[in-house]
């Protein structure tokens, strides 16, 4: 594997079940975030790990969880979501430090029912 | 505050032409990077320039050109003799020196390029 890989690619899930998306990069790089792509907003930036440390909170609802246990995985931990949370959700990995750049994965397309 | 604007929301045109994707950005810093990426229907975004702010100088890739005007706080792209398979929606993005890299992103311009 190459670059960064996300899985599942498409999830299905009702209001009250618990899902996870998991995310991993195979650059050897130091920073992961994560971003929601919904049809009605431009790429929202969720959060920030670097070097395995939560940096930033954007806002987020608590029923999106993520988890960062190496500098090569991070995983979005999802519970009792709203219709509304159906978006495509990224992942990017990037060396970190001032001005790299962000290398995307392909995305887990989620639907809440 | 860190502010991409694209105005344009959709653009099509017809293959062999010329087209120019808009990009305005507002930040405080003296300090930032400004990027590009291209978004094909297969969902991943794909890198495509950096600039910094020090370097104003134009770049050139193949088709693919950004002309960055700090006067005017713009950052551009041109494509020139289209190919469908320029079709995408294109991202504009700044992110400010200092701590974890935060990209803020401009809402996107659909392109479609027509056979």
């Known amino acids: 594997e190459t670059g960064v890989t996300q899985t599942p690619r498409h999830l299905v899930m009702g209001m009250t079940n618990k899902k996870s998306l998991k995310c991993e990069q195979h650059?050897?790089?130091?920073?992961m975030y994560w971003y929601k792509q919904s049809a009605k907003k431009p790429l929202e930036l969720m959060f920030v790990?670097?070097?395995?440390?939560?940096?930033e909170n954007n806002s987020v609802p608590s029923r999106f969880s993520p988890e960062c246990p190496n500098s090569s995985h991070l995983f979005l931990h999802l519970h009792t979501l709203q219709p509304e949370d159906s978006a495509l959700y990224l992942c990017?990995?990037?060396?970190?430090?001032?001005?790299?750049?962000?290398?995307f994965g392909p995305g887990t397309r989620l639907t809440v029912l | 505050a860190q502010k991409v604007t694209q105005a344009q929301t959709e653009i099509s045109v017809v293959e062999k032409e010329d087209v120019t994707l808009d990009c305005v950005y507002e930040?405080?810093?003296?300090?930032?990077?400004l990027f590009w990426y291209k978004q094909p229907p297969s969902g991943e975004l794909v890198f495509l320039i950096r600039?910094?702010?020090?370097?104003?100088q134009n770049e050139i890739s193949g088709r693919y050109s950004w002309n960055f005007q700090k006067s005017t706080s713009s950052f551009n792209f041109t494509i020139t003799a289209s190919q469908v398979v320029d079709s995408a929606v294109y991202f504009c993005a700044l992110s400010e020196e200092g701590g974890a890299q935060k990209l803020v992103f401009g809402q996107g311009t659909r392109l479609t390029i027509n056979p």
């Open positions: 990017a990995s990037s060396q970190g430090g001032a001005g790299g750049e962000q290398f």
């Open positions: 790990y670097s070097l395995e440390e939560r940096v």
């Open positions: 650059l050897g790089h130091n920073a």
């Open positions: 930040t405080r810093d003296t300090t930032y990077y």
């Open positions: 600039r910094n702010s020090f370097d104003e």
